[in-house]
Nanobody, 122 residues
Framework: QVELVESGGGLVQPGGSLRLSCAAS????????MAWYRQAPGKQRELVAS???????NYADSVRGRFTISRDNAENTVYLQMNSLKPEDTAVYYC????????????????WGQGTQVTVSS
């Protein structure tokens, strides 16, 4: 089994910044697109940002210009730099890999991390 382990969440004041990280727990041969989703209480999970293995990115309109997604393919890690945070950014943030292949050859699709809480409040 492999885990996607998120870190970097926490409590921050409006206007502040956080950097989320998501790393695979085992030796990975390849990961295609990776993404960050979020789910606020009482709302559906939504896409925040995605990045292909080639580095092409896509952002939700609500975060474009404030958040930056990046990845380190050598470390099989994806990051989300969040600046100018707003209270409406409060949610559990989840890491997703659309296709993850282990060195052993095993393939997982639509693989999720456990989530990390981000709270923006004064």
């Amino acid at each position: 089994q492999v885990e996607l382990v998120e870190s970097g969440g926490g409590l921050v004041q409006p206007g502040g910044s956080l950097r989320l990280s998501c790393a695979a727990s085992r030796s990975i041969f390849s990961i295609n697109a990776m993404a960050w989703y979020r789910q606020a209480p009482g709302k559906q999970r939504e896409l925040v940002a995605s990045i292909t293995d080639g580095g092409s990115t896509n952002y939700a309109d609500s975060v474009r210009g404030r958040f930056t997604i990046s990845r380190d393919n050598a470390e099989n890690t994806v990051y989300l730099q969040m600046n100018s945070l707003k209270p409406e950014d409060t949610a559990v943030y989840y890491c997703n890999a659309d296709r993850l292949q282990l060195v052993s050859g095993h393939i997982f699709t639509d693989y999720w991390g456990q989530g990390t809480q981000v709270t923006v409040s004064s």
